[in-house]
């Protein structure tokens, strides 16, 4: 009988719940994807497999939930990724694993498996990509390598679908393993293990004290800490010394040896590779040749980089327009359906430029910002951007940076958000940090319609050059807060680059276009809460107290305005109204411009107004400012999840400070030349 | 001699330095101290190294520290 996981499964009438590992690149996305098809949900902002994954299948009656885990290579505590998919199994107990293993690529993946097992998890075994495996003239002999290793194997081709129904076959005849103690490190260093295992099973320690123990013994920073607190302290450290002793002094390089030996023995069983005496270059070594070439990578990437962008525009914005028209085509049609009924005027603007405006001023940037995320994952799938950070490298060590920021800062210019989350792929946390505090300063898609607007008001003749300007200004400030912030709170060492290049495969369009359309999803959603709320919020704010003229200076919003307006003067832009539309930029900073058309009476007279209030050199330091100013509400609450109150915090207040003084700076030189 | 000098071609893996986490990484990612590893992209700059159907790009910085001997029959 299946063991039912939990009270709510059980209300939801789940029967079993089953994890998803394996390592990065070996097709694990793919066979979750064939799995559950589009019965899954993201929890939260997806960095490709980063954030945890869910879904669910039903097979032959049996209601099955799925949990795609992080792809790791173990299950050390030097990644984040490694740390959540080992916690997951650790805490939330899934019934068992499915391993997802590149068949051509077994040694490797089998080091994985093995540390699953010492975690004493159940494992059901998936010999995936076995395609290109067989066209390698690597042969496995399934029968044998499930006999040897106690567990299930199924043979897949994921991103053909084929296998899948095996496997699903095979999960629900699931039958668990139970705890086998592995055999390879030897009699005397496993009763040495044992005799750990005694100590430790007496401190309360939330994982199974076999893979505590070896954890130990590895020198795993986490758990060397266990010793600390153990109730024999002294016993376990002799026991680490006897270790120590038996390994000829480095316990960690033995355990890892006798993993890979055993691993080698086995394939010896099982598996017949005819080998060619040299290693083979494969098609795609010969395209890395090329693609990382020291002349050629670089500006290659920059030739990518520049024609993502292009695309962006140029597809996108034509889209855009259509979607602006119609917009405003039903804004216009509403308003004069509503005033025949004779609804009042006010009602008729919170109809026509709070809820048709607001929403229709966030739908606008959706063909952008879904070209953006689909180049995005059509780089990620093809294998390039794994390049792209190695290629980078170099260039990033001499700013202070790892070559993997350089990923999440391209990500920016789409939306911060993700791009935060995909700093996860950095292993050191000083480097994470420092990159996470630096993206906002990538100008996102958000900030692209203040620009629009006030260039095309003040600077129409060199309006495309003033907008690059702003993302130029943008990067260069986050080179030099990069280097400041270096210096000052992430002295040392740039971690080195050690990263999987996956062999490039042609894209699969339907993995493609289920990641962009997620992450494009996401933003949908945001627009849909956040700036729909802002919305009402500042139509409520104007309209208050009854009486008053809506958004006049006597109504909250213009108290409120007026209290911050003086600090903005030396910025040239010291009355309320932009004060009001900065606060509430905070919430999303597309809602600054919606802001600025409802304080100044509607999106048709907001180009006359503007020039009464703004010169261009006001208008240029307005630009700056909302640039800079402050990571908007999503990207702060990202911040936190993932450096910390503190951190993000500090993100507020050095972005405030920092955009002021820009605001100001630019403003007042540009008097002089404007 | 270190990676950072090497030239396309097989070596053999004879230490590994830097931090332990980069250590256990590129443990954990199969290349062990011994290995036979095939150098892809030779330096200046990033290095690419091959074992087996793995290929693993190494930043200047560690390529630094990654020491290799070249293989017999090598150059």
């Known amino acids: ?190 009763s040495l293990i044992e005799k750990m295992v005694d100590i430790l099973r007496e401190d309360s320690i939330l994982y199974p ?58 394939f010896e069983e099982c598996i017949e590779k005819r080998i060619t005496v040299k290693e083979r270059i494969y098609l795609s070594d010969r395209i890395d040749k090329v ?82 995320f689909f180049i995005i994952a059509l780089f990620e799938d093809t294998g390039y951007m794994a390049r792209a950070a190695f290629v980078m490298d170099k260039i990033m060590h001499s700013l202070g940076l790892h070559g993997k920021s350089f990923i999440p800062m391209v990500m920016g210019f789409g939306c911060n958000v993700p791009a935060i989350m995909a700093t996860r792929a950095l292993e050191s946390k000083k480097d994470r940090i420092l990159t996470i505090l630096i993206n906002p300063l990538m100008s996102c898609s958000a900030r692209l319609p203040i620009y629009i607007l006030f260039a095309g008001i003040f600077f129409a003749k060199y309006q495309g050059m003033v907008i690059f300007s702003l993302y130029f200004l943008g ?95 030396p910025a040239g832009f010291g009355f309320y109204q932009a004060s009001v539309a900065l606060i509430f930029g905070i919430l999303a900073k597309e809602v600054v411009v919606g802001t600025l058309g409802t304080l100044f009476g509607g999106a048709a007279h907001l180009g006359t107004a503007l020039q009464n209030y703004f010169n261009p050199a006001s208008a240029y330091a307005f630009m700056v400012m909302s640039l800079i100013y402050i990571p908007c509400i999503a990207s702060i609450a990202v911040i936190k999840k993932e450096a910390g109150t503190k951190w993000a915090l500090f993100a507020v207040s050095y972005s405030l400070t920092l955009g002021w003084t820009m605001a100001v700076i630019f403003y007042q030189i540009g008097r002089l030349f404007l | 001699m270190p990676l950072s000098l090497a030239h396309p071609g097989e070596y053999i893996v004879t230490g590994i330095g830097g931090k332990r986490g980069m250590f256990v990484r590129l443990q954990s990612m199969g290349i062990l101290i011994g290995d036979t590893i095939n150098v892809i992209k030779p330096p200046p700059g990033p290095v690419i190294i091959a074992k087996g159907e793995i290929r693993i790009g190494i930043g200047v910085g560690m390529a630094n520290r990654i020491y290799v001997v070249p293989k017999r029959g090598n150059r």
């Not at chain 1, 006049?552 to 600090?567: E, K, L, Q, V, W």
């Open chain 1, 1 to 190: 009988m299946w063991f039912l996981k939990g009270e709510i499964d059980e209300m939801e009438g789940i029967n079993m719940v089953i994890a998803v590992g394996g390592n990065p690149n070996s097709g694990k996305t793919t066979i979750f994807n064939a799995l559950t098809g589009s019965k899954q949900h993201t929890g939260n902002w997806p960095g490709v497999t980063v954030e945890k994954k869910e879904g669910e299948f039903t097979y032959k009656g049996i209601r099955i939930k799925v949990i795609d885990l992080p792809g790791t290579y173990s299950l050390s505590s030097y990644s984040i990724d490694e740390k959540i998919a080992r916690d997951y199994l650790v805490k939330e107990k899934p019934d068992f694993v499915v391993v997802v293993a590149d068949a051509s690529n077994l040694e490797r993946n089998l080091h994985l498996f093995l540390q699953l097992k010492e975690l004493g998890q159940d494992i059901l075994l998936v010999l995936n990509m076995s395609d290109i495996a067989k066209s390698k003239g690597i042969r496995i002999n399934r029968k044998k390598l499930s006999q040897i290793l106690g567990i299930p194997i199924v043979e897949t081709i994921g991103n053909r679908g084929k296998g899948i129904d095996k496997l699903k076959e095979a999960i629900t005849n699931f039958v668990p393993q139970g705890i086998t103690t592995p055999g390879y490190f030897g009699r005397k260093f496993i």
């Open chain 1, 209 to 266: 004290p076999y893979f505590v123990a070896i954890k130990i013994l590895e020198e795993d920073p986490e758990f060397i800490k266990i010793i600390e607190t153990s109730h024999s302290k002294e016993k376990l450290m002799n026991l680490i010394i006897g270790a120590e002793k038996l390994s000829n002094g480095d316990t960690s390089t033995f355990i890892a040896e006798k993993r890979f030996g055993y691993i080698h023995g086995v």
């Open chain 1, 475 to 569: 990067i260069l400030l986050a080179v030099l807060v990069a280097r400041v912030f270096k210096a000052i709170f992430f002295k040392g060492e740039v971690a080195p680059l050690v990263m999987e290049l996956p062999p490039y495969h042609l894209p699969v369009f339907r993995n493609i276009l289920l990641i962009s359309w997620e992450r494009t999803k996401m933003f949908l959603k945001r627009a849909g809460t956040i700036i729909f709320g802002a919305v009402i919020l500042i139509w409520i704010l104007s309209s208050l107290p009854i009486g008053v003229d809506y958004a006049s200076p006597n109504s909250i919003i213009g108290h409120i305005g007026r209290i911050f307006a003086p600090i903005f003067r």
């Open chain 1, 291 to 372: 693609v990382t070439n020291r002349f050629i990578g670089i500006p290659l990437f920059f030739f990518l980089l520049w024609l993502t962008f292009e695309a962006v525009f140029k597809l996108g914005n034509p889209v855009a327009g259509w979607i602006s028209d119609y917009f405003s085509w039903t804004a216009s049609h509403i308003s004069l359906f509503l005033s025949a009924h004779n609804v009042s005027p006010i009602s008729i603007s919170f109809v026509k430029d709070g809820i048709i405006g607001g929403i229709g001023s966030i739908l606008v940037f959706l063909p952008n910002i879904f070209i953006l």
